[in-house]
T-cell receptor
Framework: AQTVTQSQPEMSVQEAETVTLSCTYD???????LFWYKQPPSRQMILVIR??????QNATENRFSVNFQKAAKSFSLKISDSQLGDTAMYFC?????????????FGTGTRLTVIP | DSGVTQTPKHLITATGQRVTLRCSPR?????VYWYQQSLDQGLQFLIQ???????AKGNILERFSAQQFPDLHSELNLSSLELGDSALYFC????????????FGEGSRLTVL
């Protein structure tokens, strides 16, 4: 079974500063995806960034980047130049790479507050 | 807009009642997933359907059931409702290829009084 652990229930960061959210996971699979989802107060689930486990290069999406350490089963999210709109719950998620059964396993989330 | 439509957006009912939540996936997506998010919790996977057939099952209670119809929309039926069933229920869909991305609807918020 896959488990995803987010050990930081809450974090805060000053506007324009950088913050890193932590995530570890446990799996015996070799082919999988890792994701960070953002859930703002509207409750919509928004995909922030995706990493394919077979790719060594860390994924980057504008101000968002990850530090993927496969051997350590670690997948942290770095948000640069934090903006007020980044205030949200952030969920780390794991997906086994297979056709037709792409269910996600989520961590418990980190509530991020960006302080003006 | 993810392209996944869920109805109703909000639902208030009493204990012991039965409700049905509906989901229309993105055009072309064959898989539908149901997740439950209780207050300030992560999303718990309930069940997945692929082209009308159950593909994977998670922590879904026996009081809950789901199905996917020939037009690929899905319904989640919740019966004998309890206070603890109050939650946000998300539907998501994905394409047939292994792209690794789920597209989420806006959720149906169920309140059981």
């Amino acid at each position: 079974a896959q488990t995803v652990t987010q050990s930081q229930p809450e974090m805060s960061v000053q506007e324009a500063e950088t913050v890193t959210l932590s995530c570890t996971y446990d799996t015996s699979e070799n082919n999988y995806y890792l994701f960070w989802y953002k859930q703002p107060p509207s409750r919509q689930m928004i995909l922030v960034i995706r990493q394919e486990a077979y790719k060594q290069q860390n994924a980057t999406e504008n101000r968002f980047s990850v530090n993927f350490q496969k051997a350590a089963k670690s997948f942290s999210l770095k948000i640069s130049d934090s903006q007020l709109g980044d205030t949200a719950m952030y969920f780390c998620a794991f997906m086994k790479r297979q056709t037709g059964a792409n269910n996600l396993f989520f961590g418990t989330g980190t509530r991020l507050t960006v302080i003006p | 807009d993810s392209g996944v439509t869920q109805t109703p957006k909000h639902l208030i009912t009493a204990t012991g009642q039965r409700v049905t939540l509906r989901c229309s996936p993105r055009s072309g997506d064959l898989s539908v997933y149901w997740y439950q998010q209780s207050l300030d919790q992560g999303l718990q996977f309930l069940i997945q359907y692929y082209n009308g057939e159950e593909r994977a099952k998670g922590n879904i209670l026996e009081r809950f059931s789901a199905q996917q119809f020939p037009d690929l929309h899905s319904e989640l039926n919740l019966s004998s409702l309890e206070l603890g069933d109050s939650a946000l229920y998300f539907c998501a869909s994905s394409s047939p290829s292994v792209t690794g991305e789920l597209f989420f609807g806006e959720g149906s918020r169920l309140t059981v009084l």
